[in-house]
């Protein structure tokens, strides 16, 4: 058994259905999953975890959403050597910058040395039945490189 986080943030939802729907496929899998809102969260604590997934969605021109800023700034300072990660998100077609902050998260774990599992996860708007089988096929990738 893994020692999985789901670390997300959401305003109107969409973010927090991928989340939880990634925590109960993983639990079903037998996992060991923390599911929690960035917000509340602590970037240092990332490395006690076997892997990390992030789930954001994008604000303002293409940024991050102003409650992602702080922690996104703590990962700067962190070593996540061994741990893996994937980032997945909802966000809209609608804008120019589709789904930026998933490549933000992305970049900086990488930089932060994580172990990238799966290719990022950009999804429009609600999630469908689709984006969510993209979402367990992400989730596998993790597990996979967990094994
Ligand atoms: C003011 C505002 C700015 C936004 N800016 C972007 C953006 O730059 N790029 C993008 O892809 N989506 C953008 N979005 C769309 C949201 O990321 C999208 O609605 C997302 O699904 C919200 O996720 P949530 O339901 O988890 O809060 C913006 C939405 C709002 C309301």
């Given amino acids: 058994m893994s ?5 997300y943030t959401s ?5 927090e259905k991928i989340a939880k729907h990634l925590e109960s496929y993983l639990k079903q899998k037998n996992q060991d999953v923390t599911l929690e809102q960035l917000v509340d969260g ?4 990332l490395p006690d975890y076997d892997a990390v ?6 604000y303002h021109d293409g940024d991050l959403p102003d409650e992602a800023q702080d922690f996104f700034e703590d990962l700067k300072d962190v070593d996540l050597e061994g741990t893996e990660f994937a980032v997945a998100g909802s ?5 120019i910058h589709f789904g930026r902050a998933v490549d933000y998260f992305t970049m900086q ?15 429009n708007q ?3 039945e689709d984006d969510l089988k993209r979402v367990d096929q992400l ?9």
């Fill in 109 to 123: 774990l990488n930089s932060s040395n994580g172990d990238q599992a799966a290719d990022s996860v950009k999804i």
């Fill in 53 to 58: 997934i992030v789930v954001t969605y994008t």
């Fill in 42 to 45: 602590d970037a240092y604590s």
């Fill in 126 to 128: 609600e999630p469908d």
């Fill in 11 to 15: 305003m109107t939802g969409h973010n």
């Fill in 91 to 95: 966000s809209s077609k609608t804008h």
């Fill in 3 to 7: 020692n999985i986080l789901i670390s």
């Fill in 139 to 147: 989730a596998d990738y993790v597990l996979k490189s967990l094994n």
